[in-house]
């Protein structure tokens, strides 16, 4: 730290540095005041997102459902373009593929295709989706349908298994939002300032997506398993405790996510409390299961193990809920 005329201060910055983002003598630098007092100094004036292309060369991928896969990590990565070429005409293989990967994911649309090539462009503004607004809807929708899941062992309504089961696709596309929001912060950090939000609640953002959409998975086993006992003749008592175990699994996750949105630590640690319960809850189920037969009593040890760890994700957000809060704190 230099200072110049009395009252002036300078500093020298990284010969290094500056050669790497090709800086020249009178270009203009941007300093950001980030919200913890650190300063930001960023070759772009503007907060303008880093415009990057990924590109993939069909030729090279043995499987269309692999290019899905790098499809959908690309997106995930941040890139706010990708190219998907072709040395020769694209089969209607590949071009389903692009298509299905534009249905699922939240953004990207074709802007250019021929024969060899698609372009995909992501056309989402990132600040038009805040990070909890989305981390609220994915709750709304996974806890309707754990609620179904319950409903089809009171009435055995087969119709709502297929609908949970696509409603995990929504799940998983918020997901894959918020990782794709947390992956460009971090690139650009600057944008945190704009979307009035710090890397560190991002990230627990980030942590509990995961965690939500694990427990959709989970939800969705559950009900894949449920037409086996429904189909089949099974004591009222198991289905009762069943009920009861799901609906306090349901409870403990309900209240992670309340108690991160109203930063309430002592509700986080209630979830350890209220985790014994449902796993004592779970070992009971079990041991009742290997009375029954042996596809029901698989299908029943399933269901239990979905629903515990349903609890144990719960319990996963608490953790997060608590060293969010505590950070914040210091």
């Not at 593929?97 to 503004?125: C, M, W, Y």
């Not at 349908?145 to 009171?154: S, T």
């Not at 990782?179 to 509990?208: C, D, H, P």
Request: glycine share 4%.
């Amino acid at each position: 730290m230099q200072v110049t005329g009395g009252s002036s201060y300078s500093i020298t910055l990284p010969k290094e540095w500056i050669k790497s983002v090709h800086i020249k003598k009178n270009d203009s630098l941007g300093i950001h005041i980030q919200s913890d007092g650190t300063l930001l100094i960023t070759p772009k004036i503007t907060q303008e997102q880093h415009q990057r292309m990924k590109e993939f060369d069909v030729s090279r991928i043995s499987k269309p459902t692999y290019l899905l896969q790098l499809l959908i990590g690309a997106y995930i990565a941040g890139y706010s373009s990708i190219k998907i070429s072709s040395p020769s005409r694209m089969t209607t293989a590949v071009r389903n593929v692009i298509r299905s990967f534009t249905q699922l994911a939240i953004g990207p649309e074709i802007i250019e295709e021929t024969e060899t090539t698609v372009i995909l462009k992501d056309l989402h503004n990132l600040t038009e989706m805040p990070f909890d607004r989305t981390i609220k809807r994915m709750h709304i929708i996974v806890k309707g349908m754990h609620e179904d899941v319950m409903r089809i062992l009171k009435t055995k309504d087969q119709d709502l298994i297929e609908d949970i089961i696509s409603r995990d696709n929504d799940v998983d596309r918020l997901h894959w939002l918020v990782a794709r929001q947390y992956n460009i912060l971090l690139q650009n950090t600057s944008l945190a300032e704009k979307m009035n939000i710090t890397i560190g609640i991002a990230s627990t953002y980030f942590l509990i997506s995961r965690i939500i959409e694990r427990i959709g998975d989970h939800v969705v086993r559950i009900a894949q398993n449920t037409q086996t006992l429904i189909t089949n003749s099974l004591d009222r008592k198991i289905i009762e405790k069943i009920l009861t175990a799901s609906t306090l699994a349901l409870d403990l996750f309900n209240n992670s996510i309340s108690s991160f949105f109203k930063k309430d630590i002592k509700a986080s640690n209630e979830t350890f409390e209220d985790l014994v319960k449902l796993e004592k809850l779970c070992e009971e189920i079990n041991t009742l299961a290997l009375q029954q037969k042996g596809i029901v009593a698989i299908s029943i040890g399933y269901i239990i193990e979905s629903i515990r760890r349903t609890g144990e994700y719960a319990e996963d957000i608490s953790e997060n809920v608590i060293n969010y809060l505590v950070a914040e704190e210091q």
